[in-house]
């Protein structure tokens, strides 16, 4: 995986590292984004010929998790509105668990439900929602020209046997949160390796300066696999090898689940981090109770939002680090716009895609909230840069993907955070997780996807 990225380094754009397309996981050529630009014509509903959508109306259901603390849903709803005024758009509120969010959708689209028209879903989805006819290809649908202002390889993350499943909408980075003010009065430098945050967290606790050190995601969910894959690479390892094979149960496997395992013992992260997703590890952050915090984009604006945090100001952002030093790994996140098989209005529900994928609403996204934007022109705007310390970062990151390529992939996302989770609480040892998780994993590649 790292070889490959660096190979990829070539088609990045500006602001971007181009290996996002090897997270977005397709086996296929990481540069050829033409290839799924020439493929999203392959077939769909509309046969070969686009859907002209410029004078749709009617009302659609738009479902979405809160993207950010802050009310970017209902702003990009009220400036869509304004601009196609014959359409309504109502939000369907989702769970901010991408797991259960999945599964909510899983079971109304997989029941034949046309509700939501358009849903917002998780950058690992679409193998898994293109397999079991959960998602409208949108090749066909819309004009091959659509496709080109999306930033390299993210075009090629959303296909799925050659056909284009979703529309990207927004790039998630993990970064490191750090309190400046803290670090300062303790006289210590931006911890660059992981051994500084453990050490400096550690300082700062004897100082009586912060409660906890470090906090991040650690429950027994999707972003726990985030998290440890995060580790993983920066160790060497792998989740899946390059076989296909379950890889984790490794030297690499171990350094990554001894050193979580080890910010819970040694009280740098609080006990109850078994249990954090995002936002419980957010709140505490920005409740002042943490030093570091592990989070996506989204957290700079939040933990700069007066009505959210006690820490305004005091914030500092950089890239996570690594064992040996510099940048680290983040893991691959972000959000596709898809299309219910079953809506009964798809003129509008293109309509809405197309405009939330294009300049406006990608630079609201960017300016105001903070998230990096999958439209290549937005992404290369200067003043879009300069809006949020997170852009000059993310060129820096070295960034690992993963194994949602497989539609079982749920299945084997569950079987490395469960037992990783497991780890982490001590019910059983750091071999003993490893052990567990790759004999599920192999019991998962075979199976149908915990669907
Ligand atoms: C973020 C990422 C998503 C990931 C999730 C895990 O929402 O964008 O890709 O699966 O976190 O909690």
Request: net charge positive; proline share 6%.
């Amino acid at each position: 995986m790292k070889g490959k990225n660096k190979a990829m380094a070539a088609g990045v754009s500006a602001l971007l590292a181009c290996s996002v397309v090897a997270g977005c996981g397709t086996s296929s050529s990481p540069s050829n984004t033409a290839n799924a630009t020439n493929t999203a014509n392959a077939g769909a509903k509309g046969g070969s010929k686009p859907i002209d959508f410029s004078h749709a109306k009617g009302t659609i259901v738009w479902a979405a998790p809160p993207i950010t603390h802050t009310g970017l849903r209902k702003t990009l709803i009220q400036k869509f509105e304004q601009e196609y005024p014959n359409i309504k758009v109502k939000l369907q509120n989702q769970d901010s668990n991408t797991d259960t969010d999945r599964a909510s959708l899983t079971t109304a689209i997989g029941g034949g439900s046309n509700t939501p028209d358009v849903y917002l879903g998780d950058v690992v989805w679409p193998a898994q929602f293109a397999a079991n006819q959960l998602a409208e290809p949108l090749s066909g649908l819309v004009p091959n020209s659509f496709w080109n202002r999306f930033a390299d390889g993210l075009v090629q993350g959303a296909t799925y046997k050659g056909k284009v499943y979703a529309a990207p909408f927004f790039v998630d980075t993990a970064f490191l949160y750090y309190r400046k003010d803290l670090l300062k009065k303790a006289g210590l430098p931006v911890p660059k390796t992981w051994a500084d945050v453990q050490k400096d967290s550690e300082i700062l606790q004897k100082k009586g300066l912060v409660k906890y050190g470090f906090v991040w995601q650690g429950a027994s969910y999707e972003g726990l696999l985030c998290d440890f894959d995060e580790y993983l690479a920066d160790a060497g390892g792998q989740v899946l090898g390059s076989d296909g094979k379950p890889a984790l149960d490794s030297a690499a496997g171990k350094k990554a689940l001894n050193f979580m395992r080890g910010l819970i013992t040694s009280g740098v992260s609080p006990t109850s981090e078994v249990q954090f997703q995002e936002n419980e590890s957010l709140n505490v952050f920005t409740e002042g109770n943490a030093a570091f915090l592990r989070n996506w984009s989204y957290a700079w604006p939040s933990s700069q939002d007066p009505k959210a945090s006690k820490v305004v100001g005091k914030v500092g952002v950089t890239a996570l680090p690594s064992f040996s030093g510099g940048p680290g790994y983040s893991t691959i996140g972000g959000w596709d716009l898809y299309i219910n098989p079953h809506t009964k209005n798809l003129p509008a529900a293109l309509a809405f895609i197309d405009w939330m994928t294009g300049k406006e609403a990608q630079t609201i996204l960017a300016k105001d909230f903070s998230e990096i934007p999958t439209n290549k022109q937005v992404q290369n705007d200067p003043t879009v840069k300069q809006k949020s310390p997170i852009f000059a970062i993310v060129p820096k990151v070295k960034y690992v993907s993963r194994p949602s390529q497989n539609p079982n992939y749920p299945a084997i996302a569950k079987a490395v955070y469960s037992n990783v989770n497991a780890a982490l609480a001590g019910s059983v040892s750091t071999n003993q997780a490893l052990s567990n998780a790759s004999k599920q994993i192999e019991s998962a590649l075979g199976g149908n996807g915990g669907l």
